[in-house]
């Protein structure tokens, strides 16, 4: 005999067909929002992250700009003592320049030859005198050329003195002003010999 099925089977069917549906769309709308708030609070984590590190760096920055000032503030420290020290050897290289320039000052005069000022500004002198003639001045500028610790004279001015003409004095007198140049021949050496050795 055959079987026949009076239940309604159909409608069955399709009402779990629907209710495996909403269950497989709840199960995915419920992974969809899972996944979302998985990355959400990995990509916060990431930015937290980040700022953490910008801040650690912003941090690290300020302090090395303290270090950098430190360091600018050394540097010019340095720098003044450096430039200190180099005035100190400069003297303590020239205190015997002074020495020097008066005994060849002194030792370059020639006779019938009078200074009546001596100005220096750096290594440059400015002497004015009164010699007996022309010939006198010419004499003092060959022992300025010949020596160690003067060098260059340049006659500025050579003219009569007016006050020996005035009182009639039977010798000739002139005024003159020369320039000279002082240098240090032991210096000039210790350059030369480091310039050879380079």
């Known amino acids: 005999m055959a079987k026949i099925n009076l239940l309604p089977w159909r409608e069955e069917l399709k009402k779990q067909k629907q209710k495996d549906f909403l269950t497989s769309i709840g199960l995915g709308m419920l992974l969809a ?3 979302m708030f998985y990355v959400h609070m990995h990509i916060n984590g990431k930015i937290e992250h980040q700022q953490g590190r910008n801040q650690f760096l912003v941090k690290e920055i ?3 700009d303290s270090k950098i000032k430190e360091i600018k503030n050394l540097d010019a420290k340095k720098e003044n003592m450096i430039a200190r020290m180099e005035v100190i050897q400069n003297l303590q290289v020239s205190r015997p320049q002074v020495v020097h320039l008066f005994e060849e000052v002194a030792l370059t005069i020639p006779e ?3 200074l009546e000022s001596l100005k220096q500004s750096k290594n440059n002198l400015s002497v004015a005198g009164v010699a007996q003639a022309n010939s006198r001045v ?3 500028m060959r022992n300025v050329d010949a020596s160690e610790w003067l060098q260059s004279p340049d006659l500025k001015v050579i003219t009569a003195n007016k006050k020996a003409i005035k ?3 039977s010798q000739r007198v002139q005024d003159f002003k020369l320039q000279l140049r002082q240098v240090n021949p032991q210096a000039a050496q210790t350059n ?3 310039k050879n050795k380079g």
């Open 138 to 140: 010419s004499e003092y």
């Open 33 to 35: 929002v899972s996944v």
């Open 112 to 114: 019938g030859v009078y």
């Open 167 to 169: 009182k009639g004095d």
């Open 62 to 64: 300020k302090s090395l």
């Open 192 to 194: 030369q010999s480091q």
